[in-house]
């Protein structure tokens, strides 16, 4: 079984400061999808950013990129000039190729700073 | 954009009662899939479905049901509430196929059990 690992309850930053999100999954498969979720508060879940295993550069979207060390198993994430509106719990999340479930860690609550 | 919608955002309920969770999607999405998030536990998955009439069993299943009679709805049964089912509970839907591996959410449903 897949596990996923967020050491990070509680985090922040000052607005326009970068801050990185850290997370470890443990898994035996060689293909796998890794994810991050936003969510802002009394709001929905969203999909920030997504990486394949098999794809060694790593993803970016606009401010949001991920440092994804496979040997390692680790998947963070960067948040750059960060923005009130960045203020939300991020899930990091682990899917493989074999199926369509996702194990999610227990999340990272991000607050920004004015 | 893919809408995800859950019937109520809050629900008050008493031990024993019958309750009834729905979800519905606007894109012809064929998994469907039930998640009970609690605090410091992250998000866990209850069922998910892959088609009309199928369904099979996440990591935490205990003392819930699902039903999935049409493809645009999936509903989450509590038999019978019991307060350790107090949580929030939500709903995503994913594709077969092409961007399978990305899950859309719902606002999810605040439900406590007195």
């Known amino acids: ?114 | 954009d893919v809408k995800v919608t859950q019937s109520s955002r809050y629900l008050v309920k008493r031990t024993g009662e019958k309750v009834f969770l729905e979800c519905v999607q606007d894109m012809d999405h064929e998994n469907m899939f039930w998640y009970r998030q609690d605090p410091g536990l992250g998000l866990r998955l209850i069922y998910f479905s892959y088609d009309v009439k199928m369904k099979e069993k996440g990591d935490i299943p205990e003392g819930y049901s699902v039903s999935r009679e049409k493809k645009e709805r999936f509903s989450l049964i509590l038999e019978s509430a019991s307060t350790n089912q107090t949580s929030m509970y939500l709903c995503a839907s994913s594709l077969i196929g092409t961007d399978q591996e990305t899950q859309y959410f719902g606002p999810g449903t605040r439900l406590l059990v007195l």
Request: with cysteine; hydrophobic share 35%.
């Open chain 1, 1 to 114: 079984a897949q596990t996923v690992t967020q050491s990070q309850p509680e985090m922040s930053v000052q607005e326009a400061e970068t801050v990185t999100l850290s997370c470890t999954y443990d898994t035996s498969e060689n293909n796998y999808y890794l994810f991050w979720y936003k969510q802002p508060p009394s709001r929905q879940m969203i999909l920030v950013i997504r990486q394949e295993a098999y794809k060694q550069q790593n993803a970016t979207e606009n401010r949001f990129s991920v440092n994804f060390q496979k040997a390692a198993k680790s998947f963070s994430l960067k948040i750059s000039d960060s923005q009130l509106g960045d203020t939300a719990m991020y899930f990091c999340a682990f899917m493989s190729f074999s199926n369509e479930k996702l194990t999610f860690g227990t999340g990272t609550r991000l607050t920004i700073i004015p």
